[in-house]
């Protein structure tokens, strides 16, 4: 399998659009810890770019990826290889390449300016949301033979998990706020991985003060090393679910 | 060595293959002709394992298609259309294939022939429509396999190389391989082939070698003896008129008999 993915890598290590993603959050990252002299602040900035823009170009690039490789895949179809040995190859090339950027563009910064718990929890927020978004992207490309419906299904789905769902959680916590609500919260953070990133590094950096009861709950909760095993757990199964749904649709599917 | 039994393969509506059962044995070049849509390209893809038949089996040296995929080292396909990876060095697609094979390069007749070693260091995406063709076909040859594939081998390519592909398939036919040819270009067939299928609607209409059809038609070409067997079938008549230019007046007597 390592002999196909190392192919795929350095096939998209040099696409240019990866080229620019890298120096997009290298430079944003950058900016941010230069400009703030508060290196939590910058990296309160970071998160938010990281929340929203990672989901997006994982999905988007995944999608448009899949539909290019097409012909490729039909022809690595027409090798000795297994199905589930090609799907996982161009997965695991897609995702190393994203998570290299990933890396050299928000690694570095981090871990030159603010290598503390908070760095780290972000790095590995950032990592599990790549590895998520590629594994639900590969899913919907997978299942739709329309270049054009994949991507606009992939646009769909990051504007669910980045704006729409917020909305909804707001929407039923006010309706039933009536209600002690801590503990379902709780598990409607573990329904969203960019919600669920999004508390992980906030407890880390001491403004769950600022949150009240819910607050004080969630530090307790994720402050713990059941927190860290739990956002973990739910982000693998973020991750395994999708690529296993993308499995199963390819191997029975028609090229 | 190839033997197909009873599949048919529907797309939502179109019938794609419909009970198609046939046998291919070694030594054959089979010229596989029919309009467009007809089901040739699927019946390709469901010897090469890519689509799934509805129904039916397929073997392969005795192997069903539906396991294994090992069988597919005695194939050598190569695709009507071949698209690579952008980024990817023509050189570093020739690399992969041998890692995947796990085995050299054991017939690079058409990579020097082409002159592709000239060419190792550029990347995909710069190669022109007709460059990539002439790679793909030295990829189906490169590792001398029993059964030969090939959907559309002249589409693009200019006369001279596709001179050298046709040497090329009329060496490999000598080795007693099986040739599978999709074309629409029926003189490019007719020095290859021996035998003849002929699909319509995704039905098998005829099966046949050469010389049979010779007879049967008393026609010397192929093109005319296509053109001759198909006026019998109404639906197809239209299309073989086009495709060869049949003379009006010999389909309007027919009909009139």
Redesign the interface.
């Known amino acids: 399998m390592l ?2 993915s190392r ?2 890598l ?3 290590l ?2 240019k659009i990866v080229i620019a993603y890298t120096l997009f959050l290298l430079l944003v990252s950058f900016s941010m810890f230069r400009m703030e002299d508060n290196s939590s602040k910058a990296q309160l900035s970071l998160l938010t770019i990281v929340l929203i823009v990672l989901p997006l170009v994982s999905l988007v690039f995944t999608t448009i990826h899949y539909y ?5 895949i ?10 589930t040995k090609i799907l996982l190859s161009e997965y695991a090339g897609v995702c190393l390449s994203l998570l290299s950027a990933f890396w050299i563009g928000v690694g570095v910064p981090v871990l030159l300016f603010s290598a503390d718990a908070t760095g780290f929890a972000l790095l590995f927020t950032g990592s599990a949301l790549t590895i998520v978004f590629t594994s639900i992207a590969f899913y919907t490309s997978v299942r739709s033979k329309d270049k054009a419906r994949g991507i606009g299904f992939a646009l769909l789905l990051w504007f669910y998990f980045a704006l729409i769902y917020d909305g909804l959680v707001l929407l039923t916590l006010y309706a039933f706020s009536d209600y002690p609500m801590e503990k379902f919260t709780l598990l409607l953070s573990a329904l969203n991985p960019i919600d669920l990133g999004r508390i992980f590094i906030m407890l880390k950096m001491d403004i769950s003060v600022l949150m009240g009861y819910t607050g004080a709950l969630y530090k307790d909760f994720f402050g713990s090393g059941t927190g860290v095993l739990f956002t973990t757990g739910i982000m693998l199964l973020w991750a395994l679910i999708p690529l296993w749904l993308a499995l199963r649709s390819f191997r ?1 599917k ?2 | 060595m190839i033997r197909i039994e009873e599949i048919s393969k529907k797309f939502r509506r179109l019938q794609a293959l419909d009970h198609i059962s046939v046998r291919f044995t070694e030594g054959q070049v089979v010229a596989l002709i029919g309009p467009n849509g007809s089901g040739k390209t699927t019946l390709i893809k469901s010897v090469l394992g890519m689509v799934r038949p509805d129904s039916g089996r397929i073997f392969v040296k005795d192997q069903p298609v539906s396991g294994d995929p090992s069988y597919r080292e005695h194939i050598g396909y190569m695709p009507q259309i071949g698209r690579y990876p952008d980024n990817m060095k023509v050189g570093q697609l020739f690399d992969m294939m041998q890692k995947i094979r796990n085995r050299e390069h054991t017939d690079t007749d058409l990579l020097y022939k082409f002159n592709i070693p000239a060419i190792y260091e550029k990347p995909m995406r710069t190669l022109s429509g007709g460059t990539r063709q002439k790679v793909s076909a030295a990829l189906a040859f490169l590792f001398d396999p029993s059964i030969l594939i090939l959907d559309e081998p002249t589409a693009g390519l200019d006369p001279l190389s596709t001179e050298i592909l046709k040497e090329k398939i009329q060496k490999e036919k000598k080795k007693n391989k099986l040739i599978l040819i999709t074309s629409h270009v029926l003189s490019d067939l007719e020095e290859l082939t021996t035998h003849i299928m002929y699909l319509q609607d995704g039905k098998l209409q005829f099966f046949k070698d050469f010389e049979t059809l010779q007879e049967e038609t008393g026609e010397l070409r192929l093109s005319k003896a296509i053109a001759r067997v198909m006026q019998g079938f109404e639906p197809a008549s239209e299309w073989i008129d086009e495709l060869f230019d049949v003379h009006p007046k010999g389909k309007q007597q027919d009909k009139k008999k």
């Open positions: 002999k196909l192919y795929v350095y096939d998209i040099r696409n290019n490789s097409y012909e490729f039909e022809l690595m179809l027409s090798q000795p290889l297994s199905r029975r028609d090229m």
